[in-house]
Structure formats: structure tokens, C-alpha cells
């Protein structure tokens, strides 16, 4: 096999118990790199249309990129992907950081993919290329934390790592998570429901191997390299490894585009309160980084005393701030750092959580959930408590938290105001509003998940100035930054590494970087068509799905209602004028790729 990858595929089947080790075709990495790109090849391959996002015939696959524990900076992620998500009934996707990615390299394979389903709870163990199906009996129901703990004593190996589902997942919650290290997770689309479905807690990883490097020296050149423009750029130098991700709290708020009670402005005046120097004046008790990491944004806090203390807690991060926090008219940090603590240990998306929190919040408020339905829990704007509350009550589907269980989109439709939920293609809307960020918008309408942010982060050219500063109220132009922009992340997701090293390293470093570690002939424009590929196999997939330009849309109040106040007061998102150009630059008729552009990029 090719420098970068270990060249094997574990093939998992629930259903029968076996193991089996598949060849990766060289080929196939050629096109479509690793991560993300072969999880949704190997989905392609075995695509089955109507399946239950629930049911044994979903699968789902665990995979890293030939950058992957190499030293390309940021070298420690791995990207999941499930043939259906729960939550939106769509292909799921999810990224991850930490160690987990690396450690399943080192430990003998490049993905791991799960079928079927097990009559009784198992847990996945790989140590240096032995792979077992082990009894989860006593561990199922424990929490991420006590799971992880758990598992590293019975495998015998205090180092592993532990990707496991806690209580939400095990009770099919279609927002419950896959968490590692306890505070890394893989958090969106559900696919910690589809692990419990299948009845699997967790898989460990532990190995002494290496990623071979076809270019050492190159490599050892590019990698210098990269760290120095790393460490010279104001965002990945000094402001994420100071403030962590909620340094952009206070940036947000400012121009206007910080969330607020479910998306009815885009500004919360108490902002400051719970920003990302806030954080660090009163709550940092030290940082931490994923494996192969030079910036370091992690955060460790503590909630010293009161109603909602905390010992140890990492994060919260700037969406779980903003999901917790503003979106529920929420000042109190501590409980925002409580739920964010509950959402890891309970294994709960962050995100998704927090948005169908504040969207439950307005219904209550508009009067459309009933007195009966709360069972005495004051489910309004600003109440932390009740926040707090509503997070373990969803991971153990208690009360109104079974209907919290299902995401806002359900359960806005439930009660009879599916307006209300903030989310596109049914997944929860991240931290930015769109009417005062124009391209952030397109990219919410498009991104082939659904609400996602991290899809084509139009953020750092129309906020933070990255690579050049774009005005963000302005529609020119957005298409096409939005497509590269999108297709630059597939990139970077099927790579194994972390989409923050971009703030700093453009397209060249990464094919450098690339090339050094296979030793392939590669060029910008080759490596941009793998991301083009992966993005347009994915929309294939959608469109399998019945996903068509009439759910490349945005929520209504976003392209109806002008923001009430703050900086970007009266505006809306215009996405109209940028869609039409988006589909023509893709080649997309009706939000569906042409026969030509499929039969261009190889997937006809």
C-alpha cells in the first residue's frame, strides 16, 4: 500500500460476530484521499435506499486520512460517516479530534466500518492489530466517562483510546453523540444513536505502529513550515491558544451575528459575560490540544461552587457557549460550562442540544407546548436551570425531554410551529446568524448535511479576514468563494486533520504536505477536484435521499425577518441572489449534480 496509509479496511458485522480485514485499493485514496472521502465511497458502494436510520442495515464507518498520525500539523482527526442520520435522515456526517484517529492507525487500520446489529450490548477492542468483540453487559448504561475508565482497566492498556456512546445514544436520542478522551466528539447527525441501535458502546484503539512517509526529509521541511506560518498568524497563533474558540463571542456579538433566543436577533448585550476572556479570567484552570497540535485551543475549567459547580470540565467552545447560552437567553456561564459537562458525559451534540433547548423555550413562551406536556419544568428564555435540566432529561428521554429527544425540526412540528426550528435539512443551525453574514448563509443552505457551519467556513473571509477580508453584507461573489471554500474543507477532511491549521495554510501547503506523505505527483488543482468529488458524492447521495433545491433553503424567519437589533439591525439573508450562481458554478440543475459533472469527476 501507498506511503500514508496502512493499506487495511476492519469490516465488522454485528449480526454474525465476525471480523474481516479488507485491502484498500489504491485507487480508491487516490480519489477520494481517506476520512471523509472513503467513508462516503465505501456508503456509495453499498447503498441501499429506504433503509431505517435506526435499523441493521444502516452502517456506519470510522475513518482517518493519509495525514493521520503523520506530523502534518493538526494530524489527529477522523471522520464518521453513517449511510443515514436519525436526526435528519440524510447521510450523517461527523468529525472528531483527540487521539482516537492516530491511535487506530497505529493500532493495525486505516477505517473500521460496523454492520448490522448485536442482540446484546458489545464494545469493539483493537491492540496492534488484533481486533475483538468483547461483552458490554455491565458497562451499558454508564456514562462516557465511567465507560472510558471502564474499558482502558479491562483491555489492560491505560493509554488507548476510547470512542464510546453514553446513556442519549444507548436510548437512540437522534442528537446523542460519539465522544473520545471524554471532552473529543464526534458530535453531529446522531451517530451515537446508530451505535445504540446496534448495541455497540464503544470501540478502543491502541497500537505501537507508524505511518510510513514516502518523503521524510520533504516532509520534515513542509512540516517546519507550516508550523511557522501556524504560530506567525494572529488566529491560530495568538488567538485560539489564548482565548480558545470563544474568543469569537465578543468578535460575533460585535458585527451583529451572535444568535439570540432562538435566532430572534443577532445580538445579546450580556455577550461579554460569557466570552471566551470572560472564560479565561474566571474559569481557565489550564489548555489542553488533540494529538499532533500546535495551536492548542482547548480549554479546562471549573465552576468552583453554587447550583452548578464543576470540578473539571473541558470547554465549552464557542458553539456550545453560544447553543447553551445567548440561543436560550442564558447570562450564567456556570450553567452554560454544566450543560456542557452533561452534554459530554451524557453524550449529547452540543449544538443540537442547546438549538432544540431554545426552540422548545419559544414555543413555550408562544404557548404551544402545554403546562402538562413540562411536568413542571419553567422551560423559558433565561431560566439556566431549567436549561441544565433539559439536557439530562433528553438523554433519558424523561418527560418533555422525549419529545427534545427527536430535535427541534420534530419537535417543532409536534406542536404545531415547524417555523420555529432553526435548523436546515432538520440539523440545528450553529452560532452565526446568516442575515448579517451573507455567505455563511449560502453555505448553511447547501451544506450537504444540513445547518453546519464547518462544511464551507465563510466565516474566516467574512469576519475574520482569511485569507482576504470580504464584505459580509454583501452577496457578490459568495458563490463561488462558498464552492471553494467547500470543496478546500472536503480536502481537509478527508486528510485527518483539523480545519483550524487553515486559518494559516492555503491550498499549496496542503499539497505539499500531501505529496511529501504518498509520494504522489500531485498538483493544487488535482487535490481541489478530490475535494470537488467528495462534496458532489455526497449530494448524489442526498439527492438518493429526495434532497432537491427545495431543501437548500434557509429557515424562514432568517430570509423574512430583518435582525431587531445590534449592528446588523434590519437585515436578512438574501439568499436568492446567491443561490442561482451557486448552482450554475456547480453544475447543479435543481440542486442535483449534472450527468456531465458527474461523469467529469469519475462517480457516473
Known sequence: ?????????????????????????????????????????????DFKPDIDPLGPDNVIVFATGPATGTSFPTGGRYHVITKRSPLTGLVGSANSGGKWGPYLKFAGYDAV??????????????????????????????????????????????????????PAGENLVAMACIINEKNRAAGRCGAGAVMGSKKLKAIAVYGTGKVSIARPDEMKERVKEAIGKIKENPVTGQALPTYGTAVLVNVINEHGG????????????????????????????????????????GRVSKVPDGPFSISKSEGPEYESIFAFGSDCGVVDLDAVIKANYLSNELGLDTISMGTTIACAMELVEMGNIPES???????????????????????????????????????AEKYGAPDISMSVKGLELPAYDPRSIQGIGLNYATANRGGCHVS???ISPEILGLPEKLDPFVTKDKAQWTITFQDFTSVVNSSGVCLFNTFALGLPDYTGLLASITGWDLDDGEVL?????????????NNRYGVDEKQDTLPKRLLEEPIPTGPAKGNISN?????????????WVNGKPTEEKLKELGLS
Not at 20 to 25: F, L, T, V
Open 456 to 458: 464551507g467556513y465563510m
Open 1 to 45: 500500500m501507498t506511503n500514508g496509509y496502512i493499506g487495511k479496511i476492519l469490516e465488522v458485522d454485528l449480526n454474525s460476530g465476525k471480523l474481516n480485514e479488507i485491502p484498500i485499493d489504491e485507487n480508491t485514496v487516490r480519489k477520494f484521499l481517506g476520512g471523509k472521502g472513503l467513508g462516503l465511497k465505501i456508503i456509495n458502494d
Open 529 to 541: 477536484t478530490i475535494g470537488e468529488r467528495v462534496t458532489n458524492i455526497e449530494r448524489l447521495l
Open 113 to 166: 466500518t460496523i454492520k448490522g446489529a448485536s442482540n446484546t450490548p458489545v464494545y469493539l477492542s483493537i491492540v496492534n492489530g488484533k481486533a475483538e468483540l468483547k461483552d458490554a453487559t455491565d458497562i451499558w448504561g454508564m456514562t462516557t466517562f465511567a465507560t472510558t475508565d471502564k474499558i482502558l482497566e479491562e483491555i489492560g492498556q491505560p493509554k488507548a483510546s476510547v470512542a464510546c456512546i453514553g
Open 373 to 411: 406536556e413540562l411536568y413542571g419544568l419553567d422551560l423559558r428564555f433565561g431560566n439556566a436551570g431549567a436549561m441544565v435540566e433539559a439536557v439530562w432529561k433528553t438523554a433519558y428521554r424523561a418527560g418533555i425531554g422525549a419529545d427534545l429527544s427527536l430535535g427541534s425540526k420534530k419537535l
Open 258 to 297: 451572535f444568535p439570540a433566543r432562538n435566532f430572534q436577533t443577532g445580538y445579546f448585550p450580556e455577550a461579554d459575560k460569557q466570552s471566551g476572556e470572560t472564560l479565561v479570567n474566571k474559569y481557565l484552570t489550564g489548555k489542553a490540544a488533540c494529538w499532533g497540535c500546535p495551536i492548542g485551543c
Open 575 to 587: 439568499l436568492s441572489e446567491m443561490l442561482p450562481e451557486y448552482y450554475e458554478l456547480r453544475s
